[in-house]
T-cell receptor, first 115, second 111 residues
Framework: DGGITQSPKYLFRKEGQNVTLSCEQN?????MYWYRQDPGQGLRLIYY???????QKGDIAEGYSVSREKKESFPLTVTSAQKNPTAFYLC??????????????FGPGTRLTVL | ELKVEQNPLFLSMQEGKNYTIYCNYS?????LYWYRQDPGKSLESLFV?????AVKQEGRLMASLDTKARLSTLHITAAVHDLSATYFC???????????FGEGTQLTVNP
């Protein structure tokens, strides 16, 4: 089945620790995205990538880093510089074309908690 | 900077009633998306609206887009409890590739 997977589902981080969230898709999509959602809030864009080996900062990139070495994979690292990382993290992908449209499909999410 | 505003943010309604959620946005775009999120879950795509006057319907939900007014509506007809969820609109910027989301409307349908 085609889809987007995220792991782990729950993640606990100690102060000062870097953690990496995994996002994989087998939809053959060019574009991938990372969002952060705080309780009762909308989605805020952290980073996005439209093509392998290229990515752009979103609205809240500070304290996060990404890589896009493979089309299928777009891992997000939450660094110790991110002072308030407790949130629900959502990964999405889209075909990325501006010729048609850019409907995004979402993974199940990772819930990160700082201990 | 593109801004997307939804109202109301919270909506409590009785089963069988009708209501409309509004999504206003600040800059030119003709691509708008509606998503549903159940508590603790991810987002599920509901509607894709790609032109002025576009109307899409699925069951008790109908979405429309007026690009001149920079407004989309999500109309709920004869609400049922299963529609309880948070609904987000998202606007695709004219340059493509990224979406800007509204804050979401938390809908509760009471028996």
């Amino acid at each position: 089945d085609g889809g987007i997977t995220q792991s782990p589902k729950y993640l606990f981080r100690k102060e000062g620790q870097n953690v990496t969230l995994s996002c994989e898709q087998n939809l053959n999509h060019d574009a991938m995205y990372w969002y952060r959602q705080d309780p009762g809030q909308g989605l805020r864009l952290i980073y996005y990538s439209q093509i392998v080996n290229d990515f752009q900062k979103g609205d809240i990139a500070e304290g996060y880093s990404v890589s896009r070495e493979k089309k299928e994979s777009f891992p997000l690292t939450v660094t110790s510089a991110q002072k308030n990382p407790t949130a629900f993290y959502l990964c999405a992908s889209s075909s990325g074309t501006t010729i048609t449209y850019n409907e995004q499909f979402f993974g199940p999410g990772t819930r990160l908690t700082v201990l | 900077e593109l801004k997307v505003e939804q109202n109301p943010l919270f909506l409590s309604m009785q089963e069988g009633k009708n209501y409309t959620i509004y999504c206003n946005y600040s800059t030119t775009s003709d691509r708008l998306y509606w998503y549903r999120q159940d508590p603790g879950k991810s987002l599920e795509s509901l509607f894709v609206l790609l032109s002025n006057g576009a109307v899409k319907q699925e069951g008790r939900l109908m979405a429309s887009l007026d690009t001149k007014a920079r407004l989309s509506t999500l109309h709920i007809t004869a609400a049922v409890h299963d529609l309880s969820a948070t609904y987000f609109c998202a606007v695709e910027e004219a340059s493509g590739s990224r979406l800007t989301f509204g804050e979401g409307t938390q809908l509760t349908v009471n028996p």
